[in-house]
T-cell receptor, first 110, second 115 residues
Framework: SQQGEEDPQALSIQEGENATMNCSYKTSINNLQWYRQNSGRGLVHLIL?????REKHSGRLRVTLDTSKKSSSLLITASRAADTASYFC??????????FGQGTRLTINP | DAGVIQSPRHEVTEMGQEVTLRCKPI?????LFWYRQTMMRGLELLIYFNNNVPIDDSGMPEDRFSAKMPNASFSTLKIQPSEPRDSAVYFC?????????????FGSGTRLTVV
């Protein structure tokens, strides 16, 4: 089973709306990261939140982390067509490698 | 820096042929990772290197796969002989550390099709 599992698997919203994606994990972590992958491209690092942090912002991105529930959420506010992509969470468990989830496919409709 | 550079971008080969994928990491990054992405299995870590030394190759599917890093600026992933089930997108990534405290930087990938 995956260390990180995103929910939902797919999300379709209208441009301008907010998009929320969730990630759950199983073991304790040092940090959790979110990546974006546009179609046909590599993953791009978006934001990192450490285990002792609860919330972090970067532009239109807001990430929260609840270590008691072993979950994180990524909120994209005021979505744009260019935000259409797959979003992955990745966890650093101290095993010297990141483990990626299966991703959420986000579609922004104009 | 131009980022992580992978070549070729696309490769189509016949079953049984040898395939070599190439990667140039970002200068100064001590860690290099090879991932494989498929619809069925998602993103799988195949192997990673620290300072050119292979650290964990537990994700390499079988002996047909091998990876080398002869110097800090170059790595190869070789499949010999290739099989149709090897068809996937192969990504190389590099980082300052293994836990991604600075994030991983991914290349654009090599889409491999084995017919």
């Amino acid at each position: 089973s995956q260390q990180g599992e995103e929910d939902p698997q797919a999300l379709s919203i209208q441009e301008g709306e907010n998009a929320t994606m969730n990630c759950s994990y199983k073991t304790s972590i040092n940090n959790l990261q979110w990546y974006r992958q546009n179609s046909g491209r590599g993953l791009v690092h978006l934001i990192l939140i450490r285990s002792n942090e609860r919330e972090k912002h970067s532009g239109r991105l807001r990430v929260t982390l609840d270590t008691s529930k072993k979950s994180s959420s990524l909120l994209i506010t005021a979505s744009r067509a260019a935000d259409t992509a797959s979003y992955f969470c990745a966890t650093d468990t101290g095993a010297q490698k990141l483990v990626f989830g299966q991703g959420t496919r986000l579609t922004i409709n104009p | 820096d131009a980022g992580v550079i992978q070549s070729p971008r696309h490769e189509v080969t016949e079953m049984g042929q040898e395939v070599t994928l190439r990667c140039k990491p970002i200068s100064g990054h001590d860690y290099l990772f090879w991932y494989r992405q498929t619809m069925m299995r998602g993103l799988e870590l195949l192997i990673y290197f620290n300072n050119n030394v292979p650290i964990d190759d537990s994700g390499m599917p079988e002996d047909r796969f091998s990876a080398k890093m002869p110097n800090a600026s170059f790595s190869t992933l070789k499949i010999q002989p290739s099989e149709p089930r090897d068809s996937a997108v192969y990504f190389c990534a590099s980082s300052f550390d293994s836990g991604g405290g600075y994030g991983y930087t991914f290349g654009s990938g090599t889409r491999l099709t084995v017919v």
